[in-house]
């Protein structure tokens, strides 16, 4: 239609034509002149009827909110008088020669300056996005995805798709299925990740691939994850970690300074995955704010405080927080309130020069020598879990002191995870993912002793959120099958489920490695949002329903006759 956006206004000489297309945001009628406020993807801006024309006049007062209207009209500066400084285009307007109502919108659904329900939202997601800064947010993520691509390519890398369509391989994470009509009694897996394919890229001799890759895992929601999302999936061949490293940095320095003007700081920290317990109680610690965790343990030794005495004596510990100034009973109530339904207990001592404030027995911790001036939050116990929650601990208080700075981001690289935990089952499981190197050279130490093994993998972290994660990955086959079998896969079950895998892997596999960005999760914490609904057009809510469309539904009737079939063969020819 020949027209200008509303946010190049601003380039074009005043008393020039201009037209406009977009969305009426709001009418002011003062009789002998309308205002009617447009609004397009790029911004907003006046326009106006006077008395001299009126029939325009008349039409101008007929516009409601979010009609669809294109103006011509002539671009004016706006008198002295008249300017809106804090105002968005609020020196400029257009005099409007012409309207066309290209489609009148009926009354919307709900209040859009009002405060609706995430349901209303997203079941008029379109009406959503117009309104609030979910647009914004699109178009962040949108240079965001051009800036990863640009640097990527610059380093070499190619960019190639991988199937969604794929073979179910034990990786983590449960999947969705899909019975195949042609092939009764055999299913689809949606791809959790390219992973396998990604590394036969590097088989075939691709020393550099990356892709944008939607990845589908069947998991409870929460705010940082949804049932598809996308991840930016890189891997390199002839690599070790520190060109991971290196690359990613560079990565993360051009993204922010091209999407935020923000000078990211490099290198990054790096922390071992056991530092990162000992000292925050995460594998993705916050550090925009310092208040690490600290060993008490000594100083409850001689303690009269029986309860601490006890753990201490019986080789557990008592670690926790300090903070130099006093506090009141807020904290307390925002550390219990973090705690609930946790199973856990803390201890809170705040001492001042004439008060002392704790949720233990005050005569006898009064007592304690070492106590300083300051808040003490400890915690007793003798596992991870314990670190764990103290950690929770340590983000609630910040969020109450107000430690945590607006605008800035801190980096770090979590290294050296378990290779191998124990699962809800009591079965080991890898920590990162099965095709991930240990720290040996050798199927016997593989065996050997699987859970003091280390995984040569490595986390991102971006203001305790995990925003990537990657491994130098196993290239030998004997080693793969060794990881298979700590795993309790049988002969049987490696060649079933892998033997194509380990085929490839024994015809020329070159050392490589690799990582996944959280797409997602990069573009909520750029835009500044608390979820990753901001930042995905149409997302789906915590119990994976589409409010918008209503999917997940029934199948129709037809498809209930055709695939009815499918799915009773798939199910019996399952294991």
Not at 310 to 329: A, I, M, Q
């Amino acid at each position: 239609m020949n027209r200008s956006y509303v946010g190049d206004l601003r380039s074009l000489p005043f008393n020039s034509p201009v037209r406009i297309c977009g969305w009426v945001q709001y009418v002011r009628d003062f009789g002998r002149v309308v205002f009617v406020v447009v609004k397009d993807r790029t911004g907003i801006v006046q326009t106006y009827v006077s008395q001299d024309d009126t029939a325009l006049l008349a039409e101008a007062k007929r516009l409601s909110p979010d009609d669809v209207i294109c103006v011509d009209g002539i671009l004016r500066e706006r008198p002295e008088d008249m300017k809106k400084p804090d105002v968005e285009n609020g020196d400029i307007e257009i005099e409007a020669k012409q309207i066309n109502v290209l489609n009148r919108c009926s009354p919307l659904p709900y209040d859009v300056n009002g405060d609706p329900s995430d349901i209303t939202r997203l079941k008029y997601r379109y009406i959503d996005i117009r309104h609030s800064g979910v647009l914004r947010n699109l178009q962040i993520r949108s240079r965001a995805s051009m800036a990863i691509r640009n640097y990527l390519a610059a380093h070499g890398f190619v960019e190639v798709e991988t199937p969604y369509l794929t073979k179910y391989t034990p990786g983590g994470a449960r999947n969705f299925v899909v019975p195949v009509r042609q092939q009764p009694g055999k299913f689809y897996a949606l791809a959790e990740s390219p992973q396998i394919f990604k590394q036969i890229l590097m088989i075939s001799g691709l020393d550099k691939y990356f892709q944008f890759a939607r990845c589908f895992r069947d998991e409870d929601l929460r705010a940082d994850r949804q049932p598809e999302f996308t991840q930016v999936d890189l891997e390199a061949s002839f690599i070790d970690e520190e060109y991971i490293y290196g690359l990613i940095e560079g990565l993360m320095k051009q993204l922010f300074m091209e999407v935020l003007g923000v000078e990211i700081v490099t290198p990054f920290p790096r922390l071992t995955y056991d530092e990162a317990m000992s000292l925050y109680g995460t594998d993705k610690p916050d550090l925009r704010f310092e208040l690490p965790i600290i060993d008490f343990s000594e100083n409850f030794k001689s303690s009269r405080f029986n309860a601490f005495k006890s753990v201490v004596e019986s080789e557990g510990f008592v670690k926790g927080l300090y903070w130099s100034e006093p506090l009141d009973r807020g904290a307390l109530k925002a550390l219990e309130q973090a705690s609930t339904g946790s199973g856990q207990k803390f201890l809170f001592i705040s001492k001042a020069e004439e008060s002392f404030l704790t949720n233990g027995p005050k005569s006898v911790l009064v007592e304690e020598s070492w106590l300083q001036l300051g808040t003490y939050v400890l915690v007793a116990g003798d596992s991870e879990r314990a670190l764990q929650f103290l950690g929770e601990l340590r983000l609630a208080l910040a969020k109450h002191i107000g430690l945590i700075p607006e605008g800035r981001y801190a980096f770090v690289w979590v290294t050296e995870r378990p290779m191998f935990e124990v699962g809800e089952d009591g079965n080991l499981q890898a920590a990162h993912h099965p095709f991930t190197m240990p720290n040996v050279t050798s199927p016997e130490e593989v065996l050997e002793n699987p859970l003091k093994l280390r995984a040569r993998a490595y986390d991102i972290v971006l203001n305790g959120v995990e925003v990537g994660g990657g491994s130098i990955r196993i290239h030998r086959p004997e080693i793969q099958e060794a990881v298979f079998r700590v795993l309790g896969l049988s002969d049987e079950e490696i060649e079933e489920r892998f033997g194509f895998f380990l085929n490839a892997l024994s015809l020329g596999a070159p050392p490589h490695g690799g990582i996944a960005l959280g797409f997602d999760r990069l573009a909520m914490i750029l835009a500044g949002a608390d979820s990753l609904r901001e930042v995905i057009a149409f997302p789906k809510t915590k119990s994976g329903l589409c409010p918008l469309t209503g999917a997940p539904s029934e199948l129709f009737r037809n498809q209930k006759e055709e695939l009815l079939p499918v799915f009773k063969a798939a199910m019996e020819g399952g294991e």
